[in-house]
């Protein structure tokens, strides 16, 4: 009995090629917690100076961490490109950009599927001994827009 040694022709290895789907992925960590956006979602990233500014928001704040403090160790500002107008973000430990293929990621259970659509955390994966949790933040944007809306809405 002989072993088969056929090799795949090139239509194969094309097919083959075609199942590896990736995206580029924005690295970065806030007091210690890893996260992942797409990095198509930004358009520019500069050093925190310092400045106060009414159109530059938090990264906690806007995904309403629970903690009393939060500490920003290397503090960077992401602009995010939106449809309407860039948004401007304080993020911390900017890690990499780097590419993941889609089949490293776990999809959240459907348990958590109404604190995915508060938080626009979509799935996780691992990465250096860490779990990363992939954050769409235009989902965020538009939920954090929602918000302000019924707040708006029930005081008046």
């Not at 022709?9 to 083959?16: L, S």
């Not at 599927?113 to 992939?134: M, S």
């Given at each position: 009995?002989?072993?088969?040694?056929?090799?795949?022709?090139?239509?194969?290895?094309?097919?083959?090629?075609?199942?590896?789907?990736?995206m580029?992925?924005?690295?970065?960590?806030?007091?210690g917690?890893?996260?992942?956006?797409?990095?198509?979602?930004?358009?520019?990233?500069?050093?925190?100076h310092?400045?106060?500014?009414?159109?530059?928001?938090?990264?906690?704040?806007?995904?309403?961490?629970?903690?009393?403090?939060v500490?920003?160790?290397?503090?960077?500002?992401?602009?995010?490109?939106?449809?309407?107008?860039?948004?401007?973000?304080?993020?911390?430990?900017?890690?990499?950009?780097?590419?993941?293929n889609?089949?490293?990621?776990?999809?959240?259970?459907?348990?958590?599927?109404?604190?995915?659509?508060?938080?626009?955390?979509?799935?996780?994966?691992?990465?250096?001994?860490?779990?990363?949790?992939?954050?769409?933040?235009?989902?965020l944007?538009?939920?954090?827009?929602?918000?302000?809306?019924?707040?708006?809405?029930?005081?008046?």
């Open positions: 009995m002989t072993a088969d040694l056929t090799f795949p022709d090139m239509e194969n290895q094309a097919n083959h090629k075609k199942l590896y789907v990736s580029n992925l924005f690295l970065f960590a806030v007091n917690i890893f996260f992942a956006m797409d990095a198509d979602q930004i358009s520019d990233i500069t050093p925190y310092g400045e106060i500014d009414p159109n530059l928001h938090w990264f906690h704040q806007k995904l309403d961490y629970r903690i009393q403090e500490n920003y160790v290397s503090p960077v500002v992401i602009t995010l490109k939106t449809v309407t107008t860039p948004y401007r973000l304080v993020i911390d430990a900017m890690e990499d950009i780097a590419e993941l889609i089949n490293d990621i776990s999809l959240l259970p459907k348990l958590l599927e109404p604190w995915t659509h508060q938080t626009g955390i979509w799935g996780v994966f691992h990465r250096k001994n860490n779990l990363v949790l992939i954050l769409d933040f235009e989902q944007l538009q939920i954090n827009k929602l918000a302000v809306a019924q707040t708006i809405a029930i005081s008046n």
